[in-house]
């Protein structure tokens, strides 16, 4: 057994340490090289057909009906090309951030002050649309610290590694192990909460039969309730944000609270909270269908769309 797991973890470490070396060597590239060497890295990854058929399943379940067949095979390029784009500013951010009033606008500030200055803490929702990380490398560039929620990998450096990334300009990281049940996480999230806080979760990935239902593009969805349930339980102000490119910048938009002061109990306020956030996240998603990350099996709960992934 010990043979074996010490053959894992040096197949992991190998692992980290060739994505870390190309890494290295890419982020060197000037930026007129970078972004199209990563839409032509996109480009083949397309054309090798990686993850192609989730993206296209997707694409028609959510926008079949309004779509005709061309423009949902445009929109499925589009997808490929715009996260080579994503990776490259985020490889990038450093440099990015030297112009960052050309390259960035945040709406809504506000709300963060707000919060900030009532020290109850606050809880973003986000989605994997647009560029939120390099987003939050803004944000905290202009003094805004979050606290992100992280999903563990099995590789354990390259967890490191996506760690360091989010944190990479002053943001902190919650290691979740489990998106059903890590207590430990969720004892971080409070204090995180108790400390006045921003706290910053991706909540659009489904999470199966005991997630809390919603629906996205008429859908049913299944969404992980944790962070927002913490959220309700400690009274604390909740809210999304969204990092989208709009006419070759990356705008941040923070939205109005969500309220859910009329919730009888927690599992109502989350359901409140999540379908209002669901319901932002398409009109993004609808608006900008490119920018929105079609590659995860966002309906794998739902047996006859399971059965085309």
């Not at 309004?66 to 949902?72: A, T």
């Not at 996480?185 to 997630?211: C, E, H, I, M, Y």
């Not at 992980?224 to 909740?238: K, N, S, T, Y």
Request: charged fraction near 25%.
């Amino acid at each position: 057994m010990k043979d074996k797991e010490s053959r894992k973890s040096a197949g992991q470490f190998v692992a980290w340490l060739a994505l870390k070396g190309v890494i290295g060597m890419i982020s060197l590239l000037p930026l007129f090289v970078l972004f199209p060497a990563f839409r032509w890295l996109a480009a083949a990854f397309r054309a090798f057909g990686a993850r192609r058929r989730t993206v296209q399943v997707n694409l028609r379940a959510a926008l079949g009906k309004e779509l005709p067949e061309h423009e949902l095979e445009r929109t499925e390029r589009a997808c490929y090309t715009e996260y080579g784009r994503i990776l490259a500013e985020i490889i990038a951010s450093n440099r990015l951030l030297r112009n960052k009033e050309e390259r960035f606008d945040l709406m809504r500030r506000q709300i963060l002050d707000e919060a900030a200055r009532n020290g109850k803490g606050l809880l973003i929702l986000t989605g994997h649309i647009g560029n939120f990380v390099t987003g939050a490398h803004y944000m905290r560039s202009v003094g805004i610290q979050m606290t992100f929620i992280a999903k563990r990998v099995a590789n354990e450096y390259i967890n490191q590694e996506i760690e360091e990334v989010y944190s990479r300009h002053g943001n902190k990281v919650i290691s979740v192990r489990s998106a059903r049940n890590d207590p430990e996480a969720g004892a971080r999230v409070f204090r995180a909460f108790k400390k006045g806080n921003t706290v910053v979760a991706l909540v659009d990935q489904d999470a199966g039969p005991s997630g809390t239902l919603t629906t996205f593009f008429g859908l049913p969805t299944y969404l992980p309730g944790g962070p927002v349930a913490l959220a309700c339980r400690g009274d604390i102000p909740i809210t999304t944000g969204f990092a989208t490119r709009e006419d070759g910048i990356i705008r941040i938009e923070i939205g109005t609270l969500i309220d859910y002061s009329s919730a009888a109990s927690t599992e109502e306020a989350v359901s409140i909270v999540l379908d209002e956030y669901s319901r932002r996240l398409e009109d993004k998603a609808r608006k900008y269908p490119e920018q929105y990350f079609w590659f995860h099996k966002k309906w794998k709960a739902l047996p006859e769309i399971r059965a085309q992934y």
